[in-house]
């Protein structure tokens, strides 16, 4: 009796190009202008080049030279030890992987906890998005808030005085320290747009020295959602067209709590690691975990077990079920996977503002191949004149004024 081999389905094209989207942010791939980092929220950062000889360079035949039988047997024996060394170092680095995942997997069953502590959003901070997005607050009231949030607050002060910002608004910059006075050179109006990306932008931990690529491109994706949002609001005519940015820090609360999270929980097992070794007098096994670096394979594992943003909607129905409910009913459809029909108006906006993100990510590191994008718009629901109007506005980077 024979079996009959079941054919693996393939991926859809959504199924593939969210793949490719996880593959790439935790990946070496880079944005391909270096420009297109830049959000106009700050200077752009360069990456370090790779520093060292290229594998031809390292390789060519100038250099090598016959070996002697007793040199060889030497090089054998060398061979044969870094073969040891490297079986045994992966082991090492598979035990504090799964080590490191589970750790973080329990910390961050702790809603309460990943609020206060990953994504640093205290009373004080909602209650500030909430009068400014859902309200028309005094500026009095905007600046009594903003010194109980004085990164946010900071940031503000010094765009004021930056010529770059304010040419963008049709100002002239001021070196101002009252933040009030600072608040009525931008204007209320401004303000619903800024305040949101400057917030969520150092949530993200943009300067950590692990993984500092990843954080600057997970802010180019969130920077871009948000701003896709907010143009496809404007084009129905949506009533808060600013919560875009609001909406784009929901959808990616899972990511950014997990990589918080990682970071934070990485130095713990590290200490714990290197603890063990010392009191067991395990010299390799100290020396390894001493010099151990964060990974992408790990970084990876755990972005995927998060990809379904479950994480995300916990988080956003603690902080603003009450406050924004239309946001957090447009997660959850997308949570869900509730057809595009069936969603609402700005479920409807999300639907295509995460896939047109994703999109443009890939494009800028030249990953999508343009045979792929007639069939991706389709599923996406993104029609060929919003999709050219989308890519014209450079969504990547901050809009002050929006039309």
């Known amino acids: 009796?024979?079996?009959?081999?079941?054919?693996?389905?393939?991926?859809?094209?959504?199924?593939?190009?969210?793949?490719?989207?996880?593959?790439?942010?935790?990946?070496?791939?880079?944005?391909?202008?270096?420009?297109?980092?830049?959000?106009?929220?700050?200077?752009?950062?360069?990456?370090?080049?790779?520093?060292?000889?290229?594998?031809?360079?390292?390789?060519?035949?100038?250099?090598?030279?016959?070996?002697?039988?007793?040199?060889?047997?030497?090089?054998?024996?060398?061979?044969?030890?870094?073969?040891?060394?490297?079986?045994?170092?992966?082991?090492?680095?598979?035990?504090?992987?799964?080590?490191?995942?589970?750790?973080?997997?329990?910390?961050?069953?702790?809603?309460?906890?990943?609020?206060?502590?990953?994504?640093?959003?205290?009373?004080?901070?909602?209650?500030?998005?909430?009068?400014?997005?859902?309200?028309?607050?005094?500026?009095?009231?905007?600046?009594?808030?903003?010194?109980?949030?004085?990164?946010?607050?900071?940031?503000?002060?010094?765009?004021?005085?930056?010529?770059?910002?304010?040419?963008?608004?049709?100002?002239?910059?001021?070196?101002?320290?009252?933040?009030?006075?600072?608040?009525?050179?931008?204007?209320?109006?401004?303000?619903?747009?800024?305040?949101?990306?400057?917030?969520?932008?150092?949530?993200?931990?943009?300067?950590s020295h692990h993984n500092s690529l990843f954080a600057k491109k997970l802010w180019r994706y969130e920077m871009t959602l948000g701003q896709t949002c907010t143009a496809l609001m404007h084009d129905i005519d949506y009533r808060r067209p600013y919560e875009g940015m609001l909406l784009s820090a929901m959808v990616n609360f899972a990511y950014v709590a997990s990589y918080q999270q990682y970071l934070t929980s990485f130095e713990m097992v590290r200490t714990t690691c290197l603890d063990q070794a010392r009191d067991k007098g395990e010299k390799n096994r100290h020396d390894f975990f001493y010099d151990i670096k964060t990974d992408s394979a790990s970084l990876q594992a755990l972005l995927v077990s998060q990809a379904d943003l479950k994480l995300s909607l916990v988080l956003s129905e603690k902080l603003f079920q009450k406050s924004f409910p239309h946001l957090v009913n447009a997660l959850k459809e997308e949570v869900e996977g509730l057809a595009y029909e069936e969603r609402t108006a700005v479920g409807k906006i999300l639907y295509k503002a995460v896939r047109f993100a994703k999109y443009d990510q890939l494009r800028s590191s030249r990953l999508f191949k343009s045979e792929w994008v007639d069939d991706y718009l389709a599923v996406s629901n993104i029609e060929q004149d919003v999709f050219k109007n989308l890519l014209r506005q450079e969504l990547f980077r901050f809009k002050p004024i929006w039309s």
């Open 1 to 207: 009796m024979t079996s009959k081999t079941i054919a693996t389905p393939e991926p859809s094209i959504i199924e593939s190009i969210d793949q490719l989207f996880l593959r790439f942010i935790v990946g070496k791939n880079k944005i391909y202008k270096e420009e297109e980092y830049n959000d106009g929220l700050s200077e752009a950062e360069q990456d370090d080049k790779e520093l060292g000889l290229s594998a031809s360079e390292e390789k060519s035949g100038w250099n090598q030279r016959i070996l002697l039988e007793v040199e060889k047997d030497r090089v054998k024996r060398v061979e044969a030890d870094k073969r040891l060394k490297d079986k045994r170092n992966a082991l090492l680095m598979r035990y504090f992987q799964q080590s490191l995942l589970k750790v973080v997997n329990e910390k961050l069953q702790n809603s309460e906890t990943v609020i206060s502590d990953q994504l640093q959003l205290r009373e004080n901070t909602v209650e500030l998005l909430k009068k400014l997005l859902a309200g028309e607050p005094r500026y009095s009231v905007l600046a009594s808030l903003l010194e109980l949030n004085p990164g946010t607050r900071n940031r503000l002060l010094s765009l004021v005085c930056s010529e770059d910002f304010m040419s963008a608004l049709g100002r002239d910059p001021r070196n101002v320290r009252d933040i009030q006075s600072a608040i009525g050179m931008i204007g209320t109006d401004v303000l619903r747009f800024l305040v949101p990306a400057i917030l969520f932008k150092y949530r993200i931990n943009a300067y």
